[in-house]
């Protein structure tokens, strides 16, 4: 299969494997060392994934056979958050429910029993908040409505699937240019996203705020829209040009069938047999391609400003500060306007009673005794002393004065208040008056030369030339190429987040799929963080660092002992390291036991046993559609709240976090030091 859109000349890397590789300025005896602690004693087929609960464990006292408990009221089993299990229900019949379907207030703050419980005098549910009498909450949570003011139980917009088990006796990579692609990846920010939600909420066949039409739009927005911008290559960017693709039905299609859901939440089938479901919704779906265009449309149209204004140097004032405009000042009437405008026309703050007796007592003081000019610190200590010693009565003279220049300043703080925001709404009104003669201006020039336009036509249809209309002198437009208004649109655009992968297997990729061993050169825990701090000092400007490194942890319980290697992905490695982070995702990555391909040491491992090494390999968890991109969570944590906000996730999903790091604050390290203090000393 050849592709159109790969393109290895952007981002490239060497490609390796089997196996890692030592990084290359990793000095010995550390890069022999790195590879003898690839070497496990776990037999060959283990994952890192959780299967059992150890004993010891925080969750070591968690009864299995309660993790499937079905709600009393609406029979279903998600929800673990909002889920209330009677404290008094024998461990092989639990019975349990939300707290919205029980009809409770709350989560209960003390022992909660079921009606069962109750009746044979178990307990009762005082403390836990009784449900309300007369609620059917059978009927709440089909219709979803809200009776006697209670709240309607929640239903989640995606409930919780569990990934799917990894085939890990499968170790056949996918091929790109077979079974995926690399791609120019582009996403968008919370902010646009929901942006977008809005604006296709306006269409008929995507209205409503139920869970029904909240599915549907994320639908359409996930599986039609996002594999749409996939194939825009370097137009990406444009969200109008995607639309219009996907409304001319040019888009790919298999990401929308195949996330086709059996039944909505009503019981109410949307399958055919003789139709897919794009040709089906196919009407709906141009309508809502619309009511995006429009929005789009009508903010280009606004002239909405698409990129911020410049920050002043330090020091200087702005062009708004240096004119005195309303912004300067705040909201009119507040104390911070007030207080701006008083502090612009050189009005002092008023004295408090404290200040007017120093300044009194002072100037005696000092009369008294000269040699105390010098000494303004003992001066003010002494006025301290002796305005601590003064009674009430003594003191209210002082209070008086101090509310008397309050009331002074108030008033002239107001009068000047008052003076600025006229003078500001005369220059604001000014600047429109300017703004309108401009634009009337432009389209008396506009009309003028379209009049001009249709005479040259008129000249040339009475000599027989037939003239090529381009534009009122605009040169002809190149395909995809965009206005350099559109190519400045800050709203309704999309970001590039680099070369990413995209599945283009016909049939998509089943549950499970190993996809390819995250591979890349080793590095020592010491070399890493040198490497690390040399990087920071040469790019002391970067705000975030490039992410291409995965920790590769050896399990604890290997004989060999445990131990932490870094796997640096960014050159030398293959293309699993170049998948994008979802906050939603895909795939996930699995630390695994596989056979050693090298023929080298076994490691210290006895010769029968078999020889396995550790690996970081990628499998799907869910089913990927041909056109649906493949990603993955990179789990990452920062201490650096720089990196922090300005690691924004452009996943583009329901559930995105707005940032692809978890930050774990500045004194997470030191913590970890006081909490394992014997561990690291061992180590």
């Known amino acids: 299969m050849t592709s159109c859109f790969l393109t290895p000349q952007v981002n490239p890397y060497e490609q390796i494997g089997p ?6 300025d990793l000095p010995e005896p550390d890069a022999s060392d790195v590879v003898d602690k690839l070497y496990t004693t776990m037999p060959e087929g283990w994952t890192d994934l959780a299967t059992e609960i150890h004993p010891g464990s925080l969750i070591a006292h968690t009864n299995p056979a309660t993790d499937d408990v079905a709600c009393l009221k609406c029979g279903k089993t998600d929800g673990e958050a909002d889920f209330v299990l009677c404290d008094a229900c024998p461990d092989d019949d639990v019975r349990g429910g939300h707290w919205r379907c029980l009809g409770m207030p709350g989560l209960p703050t003390g022992d909660w029993f079921c009606d069962r419980c109750v009746r044979d005098g178990k307990g009762t549910n005082g403390d836990a908040g009784p449900v309300s ?3 059917d909450t059978d009927k709440q949570c089909k219709d ?10 929640i239903i989640p917009l995606h409930p919780y699937v569990p990934n799917a088990k990894p085939v890990v006796e499968n170790r056949s990579p996918l091929k790109l240019g077979v079974d995926l692609e690399e791609r120019p990846m582009w996403g968008c920010d919370c902010y646009t996203r929901v942006a977008i939600d809005a604006a296709l909420a306006c269409a008929a066949g995507y209205k409503g705020i139920d869970v029904d039409a909240r599915r549907k739009r994320d639908r359409f927005f996930a599986k039609l829209l996002m594999p749409a911008v996939h ?3 370097a137009d990406g960017w444009d969200l109008a040009l995607a639309l219009e693709k996907l409304k001319a039905g040019d888009s790919p299609r298999d990401p929308y069938d195949a996330s086709e859901p059996e039944t909505t939440t009503d019981g109410q089938s949307d399958q055919s047999s003789n139709t897919s479901a794009f040709e089906r919704d196919f009407e709906t779906i141009k309508e809502g391609c ?8 009508e903010v280009d149209e606004a002239q909405l400003p698409t990129v911020p204004p410049p920050k002043p140097a330090k020091g200087s004032k702005t062009k708004l500060q240096e004119g005195g405009g309303a912004a300067t000042f705040g909201i009119k009437g507040s104390k911070e306007s007030r207080n701006a405008a008083a502090k612009a026309a050189g009005i002092k703050q008023p004295m408090q009673a404290f200040f007017i007796f120093s300044n009194e007592q002072r100037a005696i003081l000092l009369e008294s005794q000269p040699e105390l000019r010098s000494n303004i610190t003992a001066v003010g200590k002494m006025m301290g ?3 601590k010693k003064m009674s009430a009565d003594e003191k209210f003279p002082y209070a008086i004065k101090a509310e008397e220049a309050k009331l002074v300043y108030e008033e002239k703080a107001a009068a000047a208040e008052e003076e600025a925001h006229a003078a500001a709404k005369l220059r604001e009104e000014a600047e429109m008056s300017q703004l309108a003669k401009e634009r009337a201006d432009a389209e008396a020039k506009k009309l003028e030369a379209a009049a001009a336009l249709e005479r040259e036509i008129a000249e040339a249809a009475e000599k027989g030339i037939t003239l090529q209309i381009c534009g009122y002198g605009k040169k002809p437009r190149k395909p995809n190429q965009s206005s350099l208004k559109s190519h400045k649109r800050r709203h309704f655009r999309m970001h590039p987040k680099g070369i ?17 061993d995250y591979l890349g050169e080793l590095y020592s825990p010491w070399r890493w963080y040198e490497r690390q701090d040399a990087i920071k000092k040469r790019e002391p400007n970067k705000e975030l660092p490039d992410f291409f490194n995965i920790t590769l942890e050896r399990p604890a319980e290997d004989a060999r002992g445990h131990d932490v290697l870094f796997v640096e992905a960014a050159h030398r490695c293959t293309f ?10 895909n795939c996930q990555t699995v630390g695994v036991a596989v056979a050693d391909q090298s023929g080298s040491s076994n490691g210290g491992k006895q010769d029968n046993d078999p020889l396995t090494k550790l690996s970081i390999a990628q499998y799907t968890t869910r089913h990927i559609a041909h056109g649906e991109e493949l990603c993955w969570n990179y789990s990452c944590v920062t201490e650096s709240e720089k990196e922090y906000r300005a690691a924004i996730c452009l996943c583009s999903s329901t559930t995105c976090k707005g940032a692809f790091l978890d930050y774990a604050g500045s004194s997470a390290f030191t913590v970890s030091l006081f909490l394992f203090p014997f561990q690291w000393q061992l180590e």
Not at 19 to 24: K, L, P, Q, S, W
Request: proline share 10%.
């Open 19 to 24: 196996g890692f590789v030592v990084a290359r």
């Open 144 to 153: 979803k409505t809200v009776p006697n003011g209670m709240m309607a139980p």
């Open 231 to 233: 194939t825009m290559g």
């Open 385 to 387: 002393d002796r305005w």
């Open 576 to 585: 699993a390291s170049r998948l994008s982070h979802s906050c939603a995702p």
């Open 290 to 297: 619309d009511s995006i265009l429009r929005a789009i449309r």
């Open 500 to 516: 990413g992968i995209v599945c283009v297997r016909p049939g998509g990729l089943p549950p499970g799929t190993y996809i390819q």
């Open 133 to 135: 009498a007369g609620v």
